[in-house]
């Protein structure tokens, strides 16, 4: 799977170590949270511009107090792969778009 997600605060990348990085606060289940872990991660300031910034997701955590509570906040490691890449207009709920890959 692959998840794309609408960005416009830079201020939400919070450097944990080395290449890891945080970002957050998503409205998810964390079971799909977790169904993510591994997936690629694809940040982009709108639908249509191409993704700035995105590695691959490595964990996640819930808000459990505060404005954000009960939202996920991922864990991913960047990789430069993830940059400059375009996803269609199709399947955006909000600032969320799910790819699920399939294999023939």
């Known amino acids: 799977m692959k998840v794309h997600l609408i960005e416009t605060d830079s201020m939400n990348f919070n450097l ?3 290449d890891l990085w945080e970002n957050g606060c998503w409205d ?4 799909q949270a977790e169904l993510l872990i591994g997936s690629e991660i694809f940040f982009h300031r ?3 511009e191409p993704s700035f910034y995105g590695g691959i997701i490595r964990g996640y955590r819930v808000e459990r107090e505060g404005e954000n509570e009960g939202q996920i906040v991922f864990e991913f490691q ?3 792969i993830c940059r400059d890449i375009r996803t269609d207009r199709n399947g955006w709920a909000r600032k969320m778009k ?3 890959e399939t294999t023939e």
């Not at 998810?28 to 079971?31: Q, S």
Request: aromatic share 6%.
């Open 46 to 48: 709108t639908r249509t």
């Open 78 to 80: 960047y990789n430069k």
């Open 28 to 31: 998810l289940k964390e079971d």
């Open 16 to 18: 944990v170590e080395g």
């Open 98 to 100: 799910i790819v699920k």
